[in-house]
């Protein structure tokens, strides 16, 4: 997904590539960072996660990311640290009683579908 927003004579790029159970996909990532790069000067490329993994080497070298990373043009995230906090605050915010039921809904079927991981690999046990 590519959403551009547009400001006074300057476009912000944000890509974002969502990985709930699939695989990485051969320079996936380095691809669309190229793309990026080449096409946008403000862009940032949000890699998340079902189970908060790092995208693999198969998708983009490891120094390459963390050079993106560093610079601010890649984010690297999960479900559990970055989609369920910004429900929560939309849920905070809205005044319609059937999305607020949505957006209950939804967090509470992430949490049971989804688990993160620590860095060892196994599921890490969290309390919502």
């Known amino acids: 997904i590519q959403i551009t ?3 006074k004579g300057k476009n912000f790029i944000l890509c974002i590539e969502n ?3 699939a695989g990485d996909q051969p320079s996936q990532l ?3 960072s190229d793309y990026l790069k080449k096409e946008h000067k403000n862009y940032v490329l949000l890699f998340i996660s079902g189970n908060g993994r790092l995208p693999s ?3 983009i070298p490891e120094e390459e990311r963390k050079e993106l990373e560093r ?3 890649l984010l690297c995230t999960s479900y559990h640290r970055f989609l369920i ?3 929560r605050e939309c849920f905070k915010e809205c005044e319609a009683e059937k999305v607020r039921w949505f957006l209950r ?3 509470s079927w992430i949490e049971k579908n989804f688990r993160e ?3 060892d690999g196994a599921p890490e046990e969290r309390n919502h």
Do not use: M
């Open 19 to 21: 990985k709930p159970w």
């Open 5 to 7: 927003f547009k400001g």
């Open 117 to 119: 991981e620590v860095s």
């Open 71 to 73: 610079k601010g043009n």
């Open 30 to 32: 380095k691809r669309y």
């Open 57 to 59: 080497e198969f998708s």
């Open 105 to 107: 809904d939804f967090i």
């Open 85 to 87: 906090p910004w429900l």
